[in-house]
């Protein structure tokens, strides 16, 4: 008996040992290439990292890098007829357009501002055919409500929709968001002031109308405007109608006029000014050629925040080297601020009634490193761009110590303004405003700050329907009755 069974436990033993020997060849042979399907080793085709711009691969023989884009890319042919030639997103999600729900506004609202007489029953332009144009000068820094509306436009006579950042869907259920094409910058830029014998301004009047008319939407209604984009970039824009679209994510170009309970960084997005002057094409200078060693041209005397301004210009008007002085559009003040930021080594972007201001677009345009003093400022597309890189932060107790600012500018070394003068160069498509917009400028970058805050702006929505509806029962049955003025 002994024997058998000490036989039994042999062959048992030399059993486990085959089984083992043959599980670990298979998985062995998993990392042999041909031997199973490829589709089963992914990870390094992917772009995984954006780092200020540039891509970084673990495999780079085997991806494509977005321009300025934080997308992953499948780039290998052969696994196209598999997956179809997908984007990838950084969390390996396949990748499609932002899906937007525009409403189709009274043109009243929007390109009815610009002059637009629409025919019949027309809502919108053909922009096949012609574009209605904006207006200039300052009016053109706070122009993105138009940009953005006619890139969704665009999205509907587009062949490959999932080569754009965002396409125009018809129905909301299928929408990331709902956008409301309201050019409220133009509108108070052209419609403030109050003509006799009406009581209230026609931008008033504009903001009152479009709130009924989004509390009226069953898209407001499901979501509490919630997923809402509502644009206001120009600070004093829907100053009417903001506390009561708080819930919406506003587009601004900062948060000095708003408390923290209606607009903040969490729920919202910063846009970039469209600069005003003009850019430096094909930029040949270098730090000998730029003369003057720091620039600033504008209004001195502001309010609020901008205390600064009158305290450097006392500090800095008799400084060698130093273009400090007052400036604006008239007597061709455009031209002459493109010729000194042009030939300007720093350009000072100091706040003023607000955090922000067009001058920092402008001296990126330029190629001329900003010099920020500006406590309170945010700054466009910051989660994916290291402004550091290519700017010089001050704050704004610091600025005003007397040779303290001049003392920083002056250590900046030749190699060390050449590196941020380069990558000036760099990123400044990023910030231009452009139709038909092409991939990495400012309406591509918009449109994905606001395609982060879709996972964030559906959680709270969902959240919020936890409680929304309650069963009673009846004698014939059930019924769902939401609660009484839920949002």
């Keep these: 008996m002994a024997e058998k069974r000490g036989s039994s436990i042999t062959r048992i033993s030399f059993l486990c040992l085959f089984l083992t020997t043959t599980v670990m060849f298979v998985l062995t042979s998993t990392s042999r290439p041909g031997v199973f399907d490829r589709k089963s080793v992914h990870a390094e085709k992917l772009l995984t990292v954006f780092n200020n711009g540039d891509s970084q691969t673990t495999n780079q023989s085997n991806v494509e890098s977005s321009n300025g884009s934080n997308r992953a890319i499948l780039v290998d042919d052969e696994r196209k007829g598999v997956e179809g030639g997908f984007q990838l997103s950084c969390n390996g999600n396949l990748k499609e357009p932002l899906k937007i729900y525009m409403y189709d506004l009274d043109p009243e609202f929007h390109f009815g501002l610009l002059g637009w007489k629409p025919q019949g029953n027309e809502i919108w332009p053909d922009i096949r055919t012609r574009i209605p144009p904006y207006p200039g000068a300052l009016n053109s820094q706070h122009s993105i409500e138009y940009w953005l509306t006619l890139d969704l436009l665009a999205s509907e006579f587009s062949e490959n929709p999932n080569t754009r950042q965002a396409i125009r869907v018809k129905n909301s259920s299928e929408a990331d968001l709902i956008f409301v094409p309201f050019f409220s910058s133009l509108s108070y830029n052209r419609h403030s002031k109050v003509i006799p014998p009406s009581k209230k301004s026609k931008n008033v009047e504009l903001q009152s109308k479009l709130v009924q008319f989004l509390r009226n939407q069953k898209e407001w209604k499901v979501s509490g405007g919630r997923n809402h984009v509502v644009l206001a970039h120009h600070p004093n824009s829907m100053l009417t109608a903001r506390m009561q679209l708080w819930p919406a994510i506003f587009v601004l170009s900062d948060f000095g006029r708003y408390p923290t309970n209606v607009a903040n960084v969490e729920k919202d997005v910063i846009a970039p000014y469209k600069h005003i002057i003009k850019s430096y094409v094909n930029d040949s200078s270098d730090f000998d050629s730029r003369k003057t060693l720091l620039f600033f041209q504008g209004a001195i005397y502001r309010k609020d925040g901008g205390f ?5 210009f006392y500090l800095l ?8 002085s007052f400036g604006s559009v008239q007597n061709n003040g455009i031209r002459k601020a493109s010729h000194g930021m042009h030939s300007s080594k720093f350009c000072l972007n100091i706040a003023g009634d607000t955090p922000s201001s067009n001058r920092l677009f402008d001296a990126i345009a330029s190629h001329c490193v900003p010099v920020i003093i500006s406590d309170e400022i945010e700054l466009p597309y910051e989660d994916v761009l ?16 007397k040779g303290y600012l001049m003392n920083r500018i002056r250590s900046i070394a030749k190699e060390e303004w050449t590196r941020m003068w380069e990558k000036l160069k760099q990123i400044e498509p990023l910030f231009e405003f452009q139709y038909p917009s092409k991939e990495g400028d400012a309406v591509q970058m918009i449109w994905q700050s606001l395609a982060h805050k879709v996972p964030g702006v559906k959680m709270k929505i969902n959240k919020s329907r936890r409680y929304s509806r309650f069963v009673t029962r009846k004698r014939r049955g059930l019924r769902i009755i939401p609660p009484k003025d839920f949002w």
């Design 308 to 312: 600064a301004r009158q305290e450097l």
């Design 386 to 401: 290291n402004y550091s890189e290519f700017c010089i932060f001050v704050r704004a107790s610091d600025a005003i110590k």
């Design 317 to 324: 008007k008799d400084e060698k080297d130093v273009h400090f």
